[in-house]
């Protein structure tokens, strides 16, 4: 067996017997976006650090814990923090707890994040839902697993994010008032921000947002059979005509506003799933 199942294997043993028994929909938080986990009915809260295998996030606003416990009548798995490439570890690292999440029998996936608006037409606050994705990052969350416990070796990426629960997240969209736009997400490595000539690029090649983190849990979540959707917060506005710096303490400012409206919308949602 490989070392990484075994890995993944014994961490799920572990929080099994640590109470996380049954979860049907996983979820990943992004930056300054932690507004859900007030909206679960907490069973369990437990930190990255005491958890077996777990990498351990290093951002000062992402708290670090899996929170398990319902949302309705569906039992729910959140990550309140998630882990990036930037942060020094390796593409399996990052993409550990959605293997786990796999091996614990999660049978839908939803990710949100703080990302920058490119196409000038999203505003600070928007929720935009990712129809599709383009990956600038350096590493694939894949390389080196050949082993067919994984799922398909080439995994087909044509329909990356799930329709039908894209489609829930639309209709409830509609009906909470605050519509969701729609659009392609890049993901770059980071953690500097983009200069104007590379806010210009990534328009050229098709990008609306510009964030650090998402595609490679989905890469894995295709891979191994987890429907997933995204949704992205814009944090900041990237007109390479008109760019002014930003800090980190505004993009999750900007974050915690729009964080309402995301949580009530993913509430919705996971509890139609349930």
């Known amino acids: 067996m490989h070392h990484y199942q075994q890995q993944i294997a014994a961490t ?20 300054g976006l932690g507004e859900l986990v007030h909206l679960i009915q907490v069973e369990k809260s437990i930190p990255y650090h005491q958890i077996p295998n777990f990498a351990t996030a290093t951002v000062e606003v992402h708290k670090g814990n899996l929170i398990y416990g319902t949302i309705g009548h569906t039992r729910v798995l959140a990550m309140q923090g998630r882990f990036h490439y930037y942060e020094g570890y390796n593409m399996q690292q990052v993409t550990f707890p959605i293997r786990v999440m796999k091996a ?4 839908y996936l939803l990710l949100s994040n703080a990302a920058g608006g490119i196409n000038l037409n999203f505003k600070k606050g928007d929720l935009v839902l990712i129809d599709d994705h383009i990956n600038l990052l350096p590493e694939s ?16 990426m044509s329909r990356p994010y799930d329709a039908f629960l894209s489609s829930l997240l639309v209709k409830h969209a509609q009906a909470t008032g605050k519509p969701l736009k729609t659009g392609v997400y890049a993901s770059v490595m980071g953690p500097n921000l983009e200069t104007k000539a590379e806010y210009r690029y990534l328009k050229v090649i098709g990008a609306d947002i510009v964030g650090m983190s998402t595609v490679p849990e989905v890469i894995v979540a295709n891979q191994c059979g987890i429907p997933c959707s995204a949704i992205s917060v814009i944090t900041d506005e ?26 009530t919308l993913f509430t919705k949602v996971i509890e139609e799933l349930g």
Request: net charge negative; glycine share 10%; proline share 8%.
């Open 141 to 156: 969350p894949l390389r080196g697993l050949n082993d067919a416990s994984f799922g398909d070796r080439f995994p087909d």
């Open 12 to 31: 799920a043993l572990w929080l099994q017997q640590n109470g996380i028994t049954a979860p049907t929909v996983g979820i990943v938080l992004g930056t």
């Open 104 to 107: 614990l029998g999660v049978q």
């Open 238 to 263: 990237c007109d390479p005509d008109n760019l002014k710096p930003v800090s980190l303490a505004e993009i999750v400012a900007v974050a915690a506003k729009a964080d309402v409206a995301l949580s």
